[in-house]
């Protein structure tokens, strides 16, 4: 059984550089942000929603645990936003580590994310997933989400072409 726990104070300084890291990466491999300045954008955003950190209003920040874990497989992210007339979880980032993939703890995760977002009278559940990952976009459409939009961008070369 897969469970999430809001994270602990000691764990968020390791979350936060892990979140920069991989929101870094995902714009870099998406052609959003170059590498010499993705580290710098992200934590700069990242600080921006997470101004005071595990206690920043509308934030929740959840460590996932395997059965019986004592140490985490993962991060869940969620920010209760506004989406039109209503509010909405919208799930920043769900990460499982490398090493506890493909098991169900992502699917597991979602599940709970939902409940918890229940419970907070929210009205659904929102995410953005970059199109370089087809095994996301297959996981969370397996679970009722549905394309509400596309973002394209054509980059242009260093040399101007």
């Not at 979350?15 to 580290?39: I, K, M, S």
């Not at 039109?84 to 919208?90: D, E, L, P, T, Y």
Request: charged share 20%; glycine share 8%; with cysteine.
């Amino acid at each position: 059984m897969t469970t999430l726990a809001p994270m602990r104070a000691e764990a968020y300084p390791a979350f936060f550089e892990e979140a920069v890291a991989f929101y870094a990466e995902e714009n870099v491999t998406a052609g959003c942000w170059r590498a010499a300045e993705a580290l710098d954008l992200s934590r700069s955003e990242t600080e921006r929603m997470l101004w005071r950190g595990l206690e920043t209003p509308d934030q929740h920040l959840f460590e996932i645990f395997a059965a019986n874990g004592k140490e985490p497989i993962g991060y869940a992210w969620v920010a209760a936003m506004p989406m039109g007339h209503a509010k909405v979880a919208f799930v920043i980032q769900l990460k499982i580590h490398p090493e506890s993939r493909r098991r169900g703890h992502a699917r597991a995760a979602l599940g709970s994310i939902e409940r918890y977002a229940r419970r907070l009278g929210l009205a659904g559940l929102a995410l953005q997933v970059f199109a370089h990952n087809p095994g996301a976009q297959a996981l969370y459409e397996s679970v009722g989400y549905k394309v509400s939009s596309f973002n394209m961008i054509k980059p242009f070369v260093e040399d101007g072409t």
